[in-house]
């Protein structure tokens, strides 16, 4: 089963633009994570928010959180090609589980 | 830090036939953990252990599915009377909770992309 939905499903911008991603989840967690997937590879770790932290940078990344609203964003600023890629939010569990539980995936396609 | 590493990368076997994935995981990760993609879909969760100990499994995952850590280090899949439905890529990842036993990011092998006729 899938915690997160991803929105939009799938993004398509210009070389230069900003990217924004949401992910909505359902239940309570202790932290929220990004990874990025290329094609036929894995993923790999870009970001942890935890619960009690609204916002958090990392180099051209934006990550916020709304625990109220069991959402989150990610934003890529001045994209580049090699950002082409699928984007998976993942929680874990406040129950005390450590299994994540990845979205659904948003498909960023960055044209040069 | 030679990261994650699965073997074999592309598995091709008959529907029926058991097969095997091996995962070796970062050294000293104590977690480790496996995970199923199909095309276009998130990865999906199958079980985790925590050492040798197997704390949680998927209820997705049928009575042909087994996963074993037996030393606390590699781990291996197996899968019994493969079926065309568990052609997916399975991906092994690890981590090290560290001092915050709560927030520690998941690191990622490769995947074995398994194909069954």
């Known amino acids: 089963s899938q915690q997160g939905e991803e929105d939009p499903q799938a993004l398509s911008i210009q070389e230069g633009e900003n990217a924004t991603m949401n992910c909505s989840y359902k239940t309570s967690i202790n932290n929220l994570q990004w990874y990025r997937q290329n094609s036929g590879r894995g993923l790999v770790h870009l970001i942890l928010?935890?619960?009690?932290?609204r916002e958090k940078h990392s180099g051209r990344l934006r990550v916020t959180l709304d625990t109220s609203k069991k959402s989150s964003s990610l934003l890529i600023t001045a994209s580049r090609a090699a950002d082409t890629a699928s984007y998976f939010c993942a929680t874990d569990s406040a129950s005390g589980t450590y299994k994540y539980i990845f979205g659904t995936g948003t498909r960023l396609k960055v044209l040069a | 830090d030679t990261g994650v590493s699965q073997d074999p990368r592309h598995k091709i076997t008959k529907r029926g036939q058991n097969v095997t994935f091996r995962c070796d995981p970062i050294?000293?990760?104590?977690?480790l953990y496996w995970y199923r993609q199909t095309l276009g879909q998130g990865p999906e969760f199958l079980t985790y252990f925590q050492n040798e100990a197997q704390l949680e499994k998927s209820r997705l995952l049928s009575d042909r599915f087994s996963a074993e850590r037996p030393k606390g280090s590699f781990s291996t899949l197996e899968i019994q009377r493969t079926e065309q439905g568990d052609s997916a890529m399975y991906l092994c990842a690890s981590s090290h909770p560290g001092d915050r036993e709560l927030n520690s990011p998941l690191h990622f092998g490769n995947g074995t992309r398994l194909t069954v006729t």
């Open positions: 050294s000293e990760h104590n977690r």
């Open positions: 928010i935890r619960s009690n932290e």
